[in-house]
């Protein structure tokens, strides 16, 4: 009875040990990779100058993540995601999520082309932020082949009063020829702190996004 009892609990602190380093392992290469990702995805330098040291976890209802340039489609991306990153809650943010590749990525006469602006969030409660655009789905035109949709979270150095137009997600107006750089540069933000990007294209859930975009 000791022999097997003490062979269950090595066995357990063996397993906890395990999860432990697996758990740490993954953290780092997570963290270590965001530098890379938005280097080979072009992002930097000609989105922004520097790279995040942490990679976002984004996460849509659909159950569909953002994972380092993925392909994901509009209808999987249709809702909000959430948004989880290292921060403290005594912290004010900054998230964006835009597409440089407007209406292509070869002819980008539109960059950029914002989807989400939220300021001024408590932490990486993005719910309880500043909504400056609301978010609207991802909606690569047909035949415009994949687009790039970069999320990019900035640490305010307080709370910041903002005096950009709000745009809902019912008008398209407004959101063309964004650079996230520029407003970084702005609201003295300096470098993300986080950030990911998935790529997509056109589906047939874009088309439900012009008509309702184009009824007002």
Known sequence: MIFSGSRILIRKLFESTNQILFRNKTNVRYSSNASEVFKNHGVVPEIIPVAPKELLKVTFPSGATADGGNDLTPTQVKDPPKINFQTQ?????????TDPDSPSRGRPTYREWHHWLVGNIPGDDVSKGEILSDYISPCPPRTS????YIFLVYKQGGKLTFDEPRLGNKRSSNREYFSIKKF????KLGNPIAGNLFLAEWDEYVEQIYENLSKL
């Open 145 to 148: 082949g994949k687009h790039r």
């Open 89 to 97: 809650s005594s912290h004010f943010n900054l998230l964006c999520l």
């Open 184 to 187: 970084a540069e702005k609201y």
